[in-house]
C-alpha cells in the first residue's frame, strides 16, 4: 500500500512501490532519465512514493512522527508506515469482528509533543495476505467508534487492477501550475522536490479516482486548465505571446538545464530566452494552439548553456559507496588442465595445400597476397609474390576435371582489360578483354593425386589486379556469384611464408576456421553463424579454443577481414545470428566460470543482435529520415543502399559523423575527422558491395529534423552494433517503451528482473554524470554499479547476456573516463593520484580472473591512503612498493595474455593473409584498449613524485663501479650472458631476473628491472668489480638507451649514477676501461671417496664436504643461545660417483659418458640431457642405510618412516642436487674461469626444513656502499628461495649501525607477490668444492632442493605485522641485524649469512665470507 502525506492515500493495487536501500541516494526516487534511451514520453516508470504500508505477517506498524514545526512533516522511511494522528487523542484498543474468523484489533497510543503516534493493526485470518484501505480524518473531527460506523473490507487479490504510471510530461505541467497556485515563489532544492512528487501524487489521485492518461492530458492542455480563452488563442499575434506559454517553457529548460538554483535576474533571462524560442515558432507560422501543444510534447526547439545541461537533476552530487570487504571480490580458480593434443594436434593437409606449401617453401619473394577458396568439396589456391619489378600469380587446385582459367588484368579495380601478349602463359588463347589458359597437372611428392596449377608472370606494375573464373566440366566456376579477384596493389597484406607449427594453439580448430573464412566473409549472418556452430568445439578445446574464437573475431571486429562479399543480407537475419552466437557466450560464461574473463573479451567484439524485428527497423527507419526531411537522393540514398544490402558497425561511425557535421554547422571537415577517426576512410566507403560515393549535403532547413532523427536512428543502430555501448547496455538492463513517430515503434524491452535496489538511481547518476570534467564521482559511480552487479553475473538468469553487456560497457567507460581525468590530475595531489589508482585497481580485479594479486594490491594503496591521511612518514616508501607490486601484476597479467593469444594470431593470421603488423601487436593492442593501459599510466605519473618524496632518488645502486664502456641494449640479460663482448661494454637490460651471469666483457648492467641488491647476478656483479645498478626514472634510462654505441663514462655514488660522453682517446687513457679478461685458472682439487654415505655434521672436515656445511657445524657450537641452528648431516664427497659406477647403475654410466663427450665437442644441449640421465640413477641398499642410521642418530627424521614414498622424493631430491653440477649457469661459469669441470665435486647438507614466517639474508657489510660500520640485510615473507631465487620483486631491506642495533633504517618495503610455504619436510643443500673459492664465487650456482615442493602463496602486506607494527618491525629487525653482528664476531670477518624467523626466533640456516 502506498500512500501521500497529509489526507490522500492511494490503494496499493494501483501502484507498486519499489524499495531502495542505498542510503546515499535518499531523492534518487523523483529522478528522471536523462539518456536519450529514457525520454519522459518514452518511458513507462513506477515512482516510489514518500508512504508505504504493508501487513508484515498480518501485523501493521504505522508511526508518524509529531514535529513541533508548522512545515511539511518528514517521512520516516522503515518497515513500518507513517500515520498522523491526533496528539491529543485518548489511548484507544478497539478489537472488530470482520467475515468469518477473520478478527481486526486496532491500538492507537497517544504521543507527547516531539514522540511519535503508533498505530497498530493486528489481523487474525488463515487466509492469503490482506491490503489495508486506510486513512485519517483531521484533527478537529474526532474518532467515531460505535453504531457500526467502522467498516472494513477486504477485497480480493483478483480486483487489483494494473500497474500504471504517470508521463513525466504531464508530471512537469502538473508541477508548474502549483507554482503558479503558489505564488511563482523561488523554491529551496528540497521543496522544489517536495513540490515536483507533491504534483506526481495529485495526478495519480485523478488516476485512482478513475481518469485515464488520456483524460489527465486533456485536462492539463486544455484552455481551463492554463487560463487561456479562446479568444486570445485565435487573436493572437506573433507579438503577443501568453506570459503563461512562456512560463512553462521557462519550466522547460530550467528543467532541461538541470534544475539550478537561478537568481532573479537570471530568471528574468530565462523568460525572455524561453519567450523568444516561441517567438521562432510564431515566425514559422505556428498558431498558439500548435505551440501550445508542442510544448506539452517536447517539440520546442530548446536550448540550454552546455554546461548546465550536464548538471544533475534531483540527484546528488556524489554517491556515498557501500562499505565492503575487498576480499569479496576475489576470483580465483585452479588452472584446468589444457588438452593434452592441443600443441601436437596435427591437421591433414589437402592435396592443394601441400602443393602450395610446398611451393610456399621455394619462393623467395615477398608472398603479398594468400587467397583459399572452397568450391563444393574441392578448393581453389592463390598465392601473390613481388619480386623486384614484377608480380607472381600462382594457382592451384584440386578439381578433378581439366580446367581453364578465364582471365584479365586491371587498371582499376573491377576492369576486365585483355593481358598484354607478353604476359600470355604457354598455349594461352588471348581474347577481345580477356585470354584463356589452361592448368597443367603435377603431382605431389610423387603421390597418386594429382594437383592442376597455373603460374603466371605479370612484368608490368601499371596493372593492380587479376579478375577471373574457372571453365571445368563445361561449367563456369566462380566465387559465389561474382569474379574471382586477386589485388596487385603495393598496400595489399603481407602474410608469413609459413604458419608455424600451430604450437600453443588449438591449431585443429584455427584450421576449420580458415576454410570457413571464404563462407564467413559473405556477411556478418554467415560470419555469426559460422562462429556459433564453433562455439562447442572451441569450448571443448579450453582456454585455448575460446582464444581461437577471440582472435578470429577481433580480426572481424577491426577490419582485417572482409565483412561483405556479393552477399545481401536482411539486418534482422544479421541480428538473428548475433544473438544465436551470444547466447552460446552466456551460456559459457554461466557454466565455466574459470572462463569468464575470455568470454568477455569475445563478447567485446559482438554487438548484441536480438530476435525478432531489432534488425528490420535498421531497414525502415532509414526510410523515415529520408521521407520525413526530404533527402532522397545523393549520400543518403547511398547509405540507404549500402544498410539494405548489408548493415555492419561501420554504420554507427557514418552515422555519428552525419550528426557531428550538422551540429558543426555543416562542416564537411568534422564529417571526416569522426570517420577517419574510427577507421573509416574514403576508400573503405567506395570499397562496399554498395559504395558510398558522395558526401552529405543538406540544407539548412532539414537541420532539426535530421539530428532529431539521427540521435533517433543512432539508438536503434547501437542496439543491434554495440552491445557494449553504455546507453544501449543500461536500456536493455533497465527495460524501455517507446511510442515515437517511425523510430523504436511498439518497441517494449522489459527490465531484466531482480536487479538490486536502487540501481536504476545509479545507473541515472553516472548517466548525468558521464561527460563531467571531474570524473572522480563518476568513476565511484561506475564501480558502485559493478560492484552491485557483480552478484548477479554469477547467478543463473535468462538475461545474463544483458549483464555482461552491461558490465563490459561499465568497465569500458571507466577507462575512458580516467583518460579523460588525467588533465584533471596534472597538478593533483599524491592522495588523489594514489585515490585514482584504487579505483582503477578495483575496476580491474571486478574485470579478470584469478585476481588475487590485484586484490592484494588493493588493500596494499589503501593501506597507503591510510598511512598518508595519518601522517606516518613512511607513506611514501611504502606506497613505492605497492607501486612497484602493480607494476609486476600487470606485467604478469600481460604475459599470461601474450602466452595465450598471441600464437594464435600468429597462426590463423598467417593462414589468413592478415597484415603481419596488425598480428605482432595483436596481444598489445588488446592490453592498451583496457584499464590496465589507464592504471600503467597513472602509476607513471606517481612513481616521481613517491621517488621524491621518499628521497628514493632515481637508481638503486647495487654495484658502486665506476666504468667506461660502449652501450649495447639488450632485452633480457639472460640472453647475453654466455657472450663475450670484445669491447668494454655497459649492457643496458630491459629485464633482469636475478640469477644470470655477467657477460665476459660487460663493464656495467643498468636496468629498469629490480633485482635484490643481494640476488646472485648482484653478488656476481660485485666480486666481477662490475657497476651494476637499477633506474627508476624512464626518462633517464631512456636517454642512455639513445647513446646505443657511444662511448659512456659511470660514475656511480651509493645513491646515483653520474654518466657522460666520452670519447676513444678516452678510452686508452682509462684504467677502469681495461676489458674484462677472462680470470686466471682457478684449482680445484678431486675428492675422493672417504667409504661413507653419510656422516654427522661431528665429522664434517674439509676433505669430506664443503664450507657450507663446515660452517654450520661450526655455528652450532659457537653461536648464542638465542640464535638457534638446524641439525644438519651429509652426504659427502665422491659419494655420486660411487653411486654412479655401482653396478646398479651401470647403463646410466655409459650415456653419461657419451653424453660428456658429446659436451666436451660444443654441444652444450647435452647439458640438459645429462640432467635427466642423473635422474635415472638407483640408491644402492647401503647408502640409504647409512643415510638412514646417521639420521636416526641426530634425531632427524627418518622420511622412510613415512612410507617408502616418501624415501623415494627424498631420493629424487638428492640426484637433482647433483644434476645441478650440469646447470647452464653452472657449467659456463666455470668455464669462463678455466675451472676443470670434472674436479667439481658434489657433497650434499641434510636439514630439516623450518616453516619460516620470514626469511633473511644479511650481509654484516653494507654492499652498496662498503661501509664496515653497517650492517645491510633483506627479509621476505616465508622461505628464503624467493629472495635468493630469481623470484620478481623486492624485499623489505633494511640497514643497522653496529654501534646501535636497536634502531634500524628500513631502505624499502617488500613488493615481491609470491612467498613460498611448506609442511614439514627435509632439504637437500648444494655444498660443492667449487663455491668460495678464492676470487672466485660458486655459491648460488647450484640448487638447493626441497623434498617436498613449496606452495607459492599471493602475499597481502596489508595485514602483515612486520609492515603495520612499528613495535613488532623494530624488534624483528634488531634481532635479526643483532644475530648478523654476532656470527660476525664469531669468524672475526664480514659475513653473508642466511636465516630464518619462526615465532619470533631466528634459525641460522647458513654463513659464509662476504664476497
Avoid at 91 to 118: I, M, Y
Avoid at 211 to 239: A, C, M, P, Y
Avoid at 826 to 837: D, V
Wanted: charged fraction near 25%; include cysteine.
Amino acid at each position: 500500500m502506498s500512500g501521500a502525506v497529509g489526507n490522500n492515500l492511494l490503494l496499493q493495487y494501483y501502484f507498486s512501490p519499489t524499495r531502495f536501500e542505498h542510503k546515499r541516494r535518499t531523492n534518487s526516487s523523483i529522478s528522471s532519465w536523462r539518456s536519450s534511451f529514457f525520454q519522459p514520453r518514452a518511458i513507462s516508470q513506477t515512482h516510489q512514493l514518500p508512504l508505504s504500508t504493508e501487513l508484515h505477517g498480518q501485523i501493521l506498524t504505522v508511526k508518524k512522527i509529531i514535529s513541533r514545526m508548522g512545515k511539511r512533516r518528514a517521512v520516516t522511511r522503515s518497515s513500518q508506515a507513517v500515520l498522523a494522528t491526533d496528539p491529543s487523542s485518548e489511548l484507544l484498543v478497539e478489537k472488530f469482528n470482520l467475515d468469518g474468523n477473520v478478527e481486526l484489533k486496532v491500538e492507537v497510543s497517544s504521543p507527547t509533543s516531539g514522540s511519535v503516534a503508533v498505530v497498530n493493526i493486528q489481523v487474525t485470518s488463515g487466509g492469503d495476505s490482506l491490503l489495508l484501505h486506510w486513512g485519517a480524518v483531521k484533527p478537529q473531527n474526532k474518532y467515531k467508534n460505535n453504531g457500526g460506523n467502522i467498516r472494513v473490507q477486504l477485497p480480493a487479490r483478483e480486483s487489483r487492477t494494473k500497474s500504471v504510471s504517470v508521463p513525466e510530461d504531464l508530471v512537469q505541467i502538473q508541477a508548474y501550475l502549483r507554482w503558479e497556485r503558489n505564488g511563482k515563489q523561488i523554491y529551496t532544492p528540497e521543496q522544489e522536490k517536495e513540490e515536483y512528487e507533491a504534483a506526481r501524487l495529485e495526478l495519480f489521485e485523478e488516476i485512482a479516482r478513475g481518469s485515464s492518461i488520456q483524460d489527465l492530458r486533456t485536462k492539463l492542455t486544455s484552455k481551463n486548465d492554463i487560463r487561456e480563452s479562446k479568444e486570445k488563442l485565435v487573436s493572437g499575434t506573433k507579438s503577443d505571446i501568453l506570459d503563461d506559454l512562456v512560463q512553462i517553457q521557462a519550466y522547460v529548460r530550467w528543467e532541461k538545464a538541470g534544475k539550478p538554483n537561478y537568481s532573479p535576474e537570471q530568471q528574468l533571462k530565462e523568460f525572455e530566452e524561453a519567450r523568444k524560442e516561441l517567438q521562432v515558432e510564431l515566425d514559422k507560422g505556428s498558431s498558439l494552439e500548435d505551440i501550445q501543444k508542442k510544448i506539452v510534447k517536447g517539440e520546442i526547439k530548446t536550448q540550454v548553456a552546455k554546461q548546465l545541461a550536464k548538471k544533475k537533476f534531483f540527484m546528488v552530487e556524489r554517491i556515498q559507496r557501500k562499505n565492503r570487504d575487498v576480499m569479496q571480490l576475489l576470483t580465483k580458480f585452479s588452472s584446468e588442465p589444457k588438452e593434452l593434443n592441443v600443441y601436437s594436434e596435427t591437421q591433414v593437409l589437402s592435396e592443394v595445400q601441400q602443393f602450395v606449401k610446398e611451393k610456399e617453401n621455394h619462393i623467395a619473394d615477398p608472398v603479398l597476397c594468400k587467397k583459399i577458396y572452397k568450391i563444393a568439396d574441392k578448393e581453389l589456391q592463390v598465392l601473390v609474390a613481388k619480386p623486384s619489378g614484377k608480380t607472381k600469380v600462382y594457382l592451384a587446385t584440386d578439381l578433378p576435371k581439366s580446367v581453364v582459367l578465364h582471365w584479365a588484368l586491371s587498371e582499376r579495380p573491377g576492369q576486365w582489360a585483355a593481358p598484354p601478349l607478353s604476359v600470355l602463359p604457354a598455349d594461352s588463347v588471348s581474347l577481345t578483354k580477356a585470354a584463356e589458359t589452361k592448368f597443367s597437372t603435377n603431382s605431389v611428392d610423387n603421390q597418386s593425386y594429382k594437383v592442376q596449377s597455373l603460374e603466371i608472370t605479370i612484368d608490368d606494375e601499371k596493372f593492380v589486379g587479376m579478375p577471373f573464373v574457372l571453365f571445368s566440366d563445361g561449367k563456369w566456376i566462380n566465387n559465389s556469384g561474382s569474379d574471382f579477384y586477386i589485388d596487385f596493389r603495393a598496400e595489399s597484406r603481407k602474410v608469413q611464408k609459413d604458419a608455424g607449427d600451430g604450437r600453443g594453439t588449438s591449431k585443429a580448430l584455427l584450421g576449420k576456421i580458415a576454410e570457413l573464412e571464404s563462407e564467413a566473409q559473405k556477411s556478418f549472418m554467415h560470419r555469426f553463424n559460422i562462429a556459433a556452430d564453433l562455439m562447442e568445439e572451441a569450448t571443448n578445446a579450453g582456454e585455448l579454443g575460446l582464444a581461437a574464437i577471440l582472435v578470429w573475431m577481433r580480426f572481424m571486429a577491426t577490419r582485417q577481414l572482409v565483412w561483405n562479399k556479393n552477399y545481401n543480407v536482411k539486418p534482422r537475419e544479421i541480428s538473428k545470428a548475433q544473438d544465436r552466437l551470444t547466447d552460446f557466450l552466456q551460456k559459457v560464461y554461466g557454466n565455466h566460470p574459470h572462463y569468464r574473463e575470455i568470454t568477455r573479451m569475445i563478447m567485446s567484439t559482438v554487438g548484441r543482435g536480438g530476435e525478432g524485428d531489432v534488425g528490420q527497423r535498421i531497414r525502415d527507419e532509414i526510410l523515415v529520415i529520408q521521407r520525413n526531411n526530404d533527402c532522397k537522393g545523393g549520400m543518403m540514398e547511398e547509405w540507404h543502399q549500402k544498410l539494405h544490402n548489408n548493415t555492419s558497425p561501420d554504420d554507427v561511425v557514418i552515422c555519428q559523423a552525419l550528426i557531428d557535421y550538422i551540429e558543426s554547422d555543416f562542416d564537411i571537415s568534422i564529417y571526416w575527422k569522426t570517420l577517419n577517426d574510427n577507421g573509416i576512410t574514403k576508400e573503405r566507403l567506395l570499397g562496399y558491395d554498395r559504395a558510398i560515393h558522395s558526401e552529405p549535403n543538406f540544407r539548412r532547413d532539414q537541420k532539426d529534423g535530421l539530428l532529431r532523427d539521427l540521435q533517433n536512428y543512432l539508438r536503434t543502430l547501437k542496439a543491434v552494433h554495440s552491445g557494449a555501448d553504455l546507453e544501449v547496455a543500461i536500456a536493455n538492463c533497465m527495460g524501455y517503451r517507446t511510442e515515437g513517430q517511425g523510430f523504436m515503434v511498439g518497441v517494449k524491452i522489459n527490465p531484466v528482473p531482480g536487479l538490486p535496489s536502487g540501481f536504476q538511481e545509479l545507473l541515472q547518476f553516472i548517466l548525468v554524470n558521464i561527460e563531467e570534467k571531474n570524473v572522480e564521482a563518476l568513476l565511484e559511480g561506475l564501480l558502485e554499479a559493478r560492484e552491485e552487479l557483480r552478484p548477479m553475473l554469477s547467478q543463473s538468469n535468462e538475461r545474463l547476456r544483458d549483464l555482461i553487456f552491461l558490465d563490459i560497457a561499465l568497465d569500458s567507460t571507466v577507462r575512458t573516463a580516467v583518460e579523460r581525468g588525467y588533465e584533471e590530475l596534472s597538478n593533483a595531489s599524491s592522495e588523489k593520484i594514489m585515490y585514482f589508482i584504487s579505483l582503477v585497481i578495483e575496476n580491474l580485479a571486478l574485470s579478470v580472473d584469478n585476481n588475487e594479486d590485484l586484490i592484494y594490491c588493493l588493500k596494499g594503496w589503501n593501506l597507503a591512503l591510510t598511512m598518508l591521511k595519518s601522517g606516518d612518514d613512511h607513506w611514501a616508501m611504502f606506497a613505492k612498493s605497492v607501486l612497484d607490486r602493480t607494476r609486476l601484476a600487470l606485467a604478469g597479467k600481460a604475459e599470461s595474455l601474450h602466452q595465450l593469444l598471441q600464437p594464435s594470431a600468429q597462426y590463423l593470421g598467417a593462414l589468413l593473409g592478415v597484415d603481419q603488423g596488425v598480428v605482432e601487436i595483436f596481444t598489445e593492442e588488446i592490453i592498451r584498449g583496457g584499464s590496465a593501459a589507464s592504471l600503467s599510466s597513472l602509476l607513471n605519473r606517481l612513481d616521481p613524485i613517491l621517488r621524491q618524496t621518499a628521497h628514493l632518488g632515481s637508481w638503486q645502486v647495487i654495484s658502486p663501479i665506476e666504468a667506461i664502456g660502449y652501450v649495447v641494449v639488450v632485452d633480457e640479460l639472460l640472453s647475453v650472458q654466455n657472450k663475450s663482448f670484445s669491447k668494454p661494454t655497459i649492457l643496458v637490460a630491459k629485464s633482469v631476473r636475478g640469477e644470470e651471469e655477467i657477460p665476459d666483457g660487460a663493464v656495467a648492467v643498468l636496468t629498469p628491472d629490480m633485482p635484490d641488491v643481494l640476488s646472485h647476478v648482484s653478488v656476481r656483479a660485485r666480486n666481477s668489480k662490475v657497476c651494476f645498478a637499477t633506474c627508476f626514472d624512464s626518462n633517464i634510462l631512456a636517454d642512455i638507451q639513445a647513446n646505443e654505441g657511444k662511448l659512456l663514462l659511470l660514475k656511480p655514488t651509493s645513491a646515483d649514477v653520474v654518466y657522460s660522453e666520452m670519447q676513444e682517446d678516452d678510452l686508452e687513457n682509462s684504467v677502469d676501461s681495461k676489458i674484462v679478461s677472462s680470470a686466471p685458472p682457478v684449482a680445484l682439487v678431486r675428492k675422493q671417496f672417504a667409504g661413507r654415505y653419510a656422516i654427522r655434521s661431528e665429522e664434517f672436515t674439509s676433505d669430506m664436504v664443503g664450507a657450507k656445511s663446515r660452517n654450520i657445524a661450526h655455528l652450532k657450537v659457537k653461536v648464542p643461545s638465542w640464535i638457534n641452528v638446524p641439525t644438519s648431516v651429509a652426504l659427502p664427497f665422491g659419494v655420486f660417483e660411487t653411486v654412479l659406477s655401482d653396478d646398479l647403475n651401470e647403463i646410466v654410466a655409459t650415456k653419461l659418458q657419451v653424453l660428456k663427450t658429446k659436451l666436451d665437442g660444443g654441444d652444450f644441449s647435452a647439458l640438459g640431457e645429462i640432467r635427466d640421465k642423473v635422474l635415472e640413477l638407483s640408491a644402492p641398499p647401503q647408502l640409504v642405510k647409512e643415510l638412514k642410521d646417521v639420521m636416526q642418530q641426530s634425531d632427524m627424521p627418518w622420511p622412510g618412516d613415512e612410507g617408502s614414498q616418501r624415501w623415494e622424493q627424498a631420493w629424487m631430491a638428492i640426484k637433482k642436487v647433483w644434476a645441478s653440477k650440469w646447470n647452464d649457469r653452472a657449467y659456463f661459469s666455470t668455464r669462463k674461469v678455466k675451472l676443470d669441470h670434472d674436479y667439481l665435486c658434489m657433497a650434499i647438507l641434510v636439514q630439516e626444513i623450518i616453516n619460516a614466517d620470514y626469511a633473511f639474508v644479511i650481509h654484516t657489510t653494507n654492499p652498496s656502499s662498503g661501509d664496515s660500520s653497517e650492517i645491510y640485510c633483506e627479509v621476505v615473507k616465508g622461505l628464503g628461495e624467493t629472495l635468493v631465487g630469481a623470484y620478481p620483486g623486492r624485499a623489505l631491506s633494511f640497514v643497522c649501525k653496529k654501534n646501535d642495533l636497536n634502531s634500524p633504517q628500513v631502505l624499502g618495503y617488500p613488493s615481491k607477490p609470491v612467498g613460498l610455504y611448506i609442511k614439514r619436510s627435509m632439504i637437500f643443500r648444494s655444498d660443492s668444492n667449487g663455491e668460495d673459492l678464492e676470487g672466485y664465487a660458486g655459491a648460488g650456482l647450484y640448487d638447493s632442493v626441497p623434498m617436498d615442493e613449496e606452495e607459492e602463496v599471493v602475499l597481502d602486506y596489508s595485514s602483515d605485522p612486520l609492515i603495520v607494527d612499528n613495535n613488532f618491525r623494530c624488534s624483528i629487525l634488531s634481532t635479526i641485524a643483532q644475530a648478523g653482528s654476532a656470527i660476525e664476531d664469531i669468524y672475526g670477518s664480514a659475513q653473508d649469512v642466511e636465516g630464518v624467523v619462526k615465532d619470533g626466533k631466528i634459525y641460522v640456516v647458513q654463513t659464509r665470507p662476504q664476497m
